[in-house]
């Protein structure tokens, strides 16, 4: 999702993965050096405006190497570009590895644009404790791994722990459900005089949102229908979500009464003090403390809230790579995925390093992420990470303990920004127009949905 704080995590492009064995990518091993080695071509590559980060970035190349003498890596700045895939591939001109959203994997897998990795996943470090979830955008009907996640977030629920002190709520027993949201909204509200909760409403953000609650009420933005996506804005979970914001609104008065906001500007007024509630993703702590000189105290985060449903959206990238590409050159791919991405989520020594480092560069440390491998690897190497917390991991636990519970849905697969754009009408009119007809909405905004999802099927 596009917002200040996510674009990172969720659906930005720059600085992507990709992977070219020389200038050729036949199906065979043709295009492996003379010599015996595998040439790949790795991007990710930060550019010369960011010197220490790009010096850091080419030391985890040579590290590599020395650890594969039998792979050279030449660095590259190439990323991935969803409007020119198709004719890429076609002409033979596709990277061998490229990260991709999590939206993409699915359609690229049923498309056969993507390359088979189950046998070179199998030879990794803990390959047989990964978190089924955290592959699953890149698993197919049968089990085979096409891809591997790099970096997931889920989206949660942040709130302010002094607030919730004066209003008589227990900090450390965050609400769970939908409902117990709008009690302790309401609680807040009253006892404070501040918005208890806030949701966004512009820039995409209000669809986003809307969508994720969709997921708990057990529904979807987007359905299949004849081989292809559709809106769903008019099926019952939608419907309830919006029902329940409204009644937050107008007949709670718990949400204050300025509603034309994107995600970004609610998290500066909640870092500020100003708002009880929010839904957002545990990485927004960094912005938290670095760009709005927020008060750590205040800080918590829970699971995303359920409705008839435990679930989340589950954004990020993954790492995808080219049918074309020979056995060794898939080999030699996810080696480096899984040395630059994996190996700190899988290895606590290297964890800990890692962290260290983090923590003596003044990076936010113990911040939590969506867990890629199972507690038997996950739990050392957060122990390690955590050697070197410099957050208040205590009030990241009722989201530690909750996600592990949460069913992970991926944001929308087509035309998910424009789907975006069109909810986020009906969210504003809602939260502004005390007279607006949730379901009219919908179906307003379904007509603006619908030409771009037939445009991106085409």
Known sequence: MRTPWSRLAACCTAGMLAIT???????????DAADGKVTITVTDMPPTTQGTLRKQFTDQVAA???????????????VWDAKTFAARLAGGQLETAFIVPLTEPQGLINRHQIADITDQVKSLPGADQFDKRALAPGTDAKGHNYGLPTSEFALSLVYNRELFKKAGLDPDNPPKTWDEVRQD?????????????A???????????????????GGRIEKEEGGKQVAAFNDTPVRQALDWLKALRWQDNSMGTQQLRDAGEIQKSFSAGRIGMMMATPSTYVDHITKYNGDPKIYGVAALPSASRSATMLGGKMAVINPKASAAQREAAVKWIDYYYLRAKHDAAEA????KAEAADGIPVGTPTVPLYQPAVSGPVDEARNEHATVPLENFEPFINGVKQQEFVVEPAVAAQDVYAALDTAVAAVLTRKSADPQAELDKAEKKAVPALERAQR
């Not at 064995?21 to 295009?31: H, P, Q, R, V, Y």
């Not at 800990?352 to 962290?355: E, H, K």
């Open 21 to 31: 064995a020389g200038a050729c990518s036949s199906s065979d091993s043709s295009s």
């Open 64 to 78: 590599f190497e020395r650890a594969h003498p039998d792979i050279v890596v030449k660095p590259s700045e190439a």
């Open 185 to 197: 909204a309401k609680a807040i509200s009253e006892k404070t005089g501040l918005p208890g909760y």
């Open 199 to 217: 949701q966004p409403t512009t820039n995409n953000t209000g669809g986003w949102t809307l969508t994720a609650m969709t997921y708990t009420y």
């Open 352 to 355: 800990g390093t890692r962290a």
